[in-house]
């Protein structure tokens, strides 16, 4: 069975703090895809990265960055020097390809930025 | 603009009705998937769909329906049968192959039983 586990429920920060979000996942596949969404007031999910099992580089989109490690199985989301809009709920999901692509949601970690 | 249209925004439901959740896509996704999201629970799979007039149950499928006549369209209906229907619905869609299969999602349906 896959599961993903988000042990933070909610996150303060001050505006300008480094900040991680904790994401470990569970699967016996080999292959399989993880992601992460962000989630504002307004309720849509966003899309922030998609990363493959086969592919463990560390990512950074400006002040986004994802360190991904098979070793621990975490798939961990850091936002540099944060923001009052990075305010939001973020998830934390896994899917196996070619097994109904679902997604497998973490329980979401409530991040609040203050000014 | 390609996207997922989800229709109401807010939906109130008395006790014993059944009630509709239009679900639209125009992306040419495959998947089309219905999720509920309740509070500290994250978002749990109600019904899934990988092709047009064939869906699947999810964890939590008791209470609900679907159809899938059109690829573009999975509508969900929350039965009488569902005891605690009062959440935050999300649909998504998805492309089936290895390197289309980021979720896309609405923008959500809050129903609220009064």
């Known amino acids: 069975a896959q599961k993903v586990t988000q042990a933070q429920t909610e996150i303060s920060v001050v505006e300008k703090e480094d900040v991680t979000l904790d994401c470990v996942y569970e699967?016996?596949?080999?292959?399989?895809?993880l992601f992460w969404y962000k989630q504002p007031p307004s309720g849509e999910l966003v899309f922030l990265i998609r990363?493959?099992?086969?592919?463990?580089q560390n990512e950074i989109s400006g002040r986004y960055s994802w360190n991904f490690q098979k070793s621990t199985s975490s798939f961990n989301f850091t936002i540099t020097a944060s923001q009052v809009v990075d305010s939001a709920v973020y998830f934390c999901?896994?899917?196996?390809?070619?097994?109904?692509?679902?997604?497998?949601f973490g329980t979401g970690t409530r991040l609040q930025v203050f000014p | 603009d390609g996207g997922i249209t989800q229709s109401p925004k807010y939906l109130f439901r008395k006790e014993g009705q059944n009630v509709t959740l239009s679900c639209e896509q125009n992306?040419?996704?495959?998947?089309m998937y219905w999720y509920r999201q309740d509070p500290g629970q994250g978002l749990r799979l109600i019904y899934y769909?990988?092709?047009?007039?064939?869906?699947q149950k999810g964890d939590i499928a008791e209470g609900y329906s679907v159809s899938r006549e059109k690829k573009e369209s999975f509508p969900l209906t929350v039965t009488s049968a569902q005891k605690n229907p009062t959440a935050f619905y999300l649909c998504?869609?998805?492309?089936?192959?290895?390197?289309?299969?980021?979720?896309?999602f609405g923008q959500g349906t809050r129903l609220t039983v009064v």
């Open positions: 769909s990988q092709i047009v007039n064939d869906f």
């Open positions: 992306l040419n996704h495959d998947a």
């Open positions: 998504a869609s998805s492309g089936l192959d290895t390197m289309n299969t980021e979720a896309f």
């Open positions: 990363r493959n099992s086969f592919d463990e």
């Open positions: 699967t016996r596949d080999t292959t399989y895809y």
């Open positions: 999901a896994l899917s196996i390809p070619y097994n109904t692509d679902k997604l497998i």
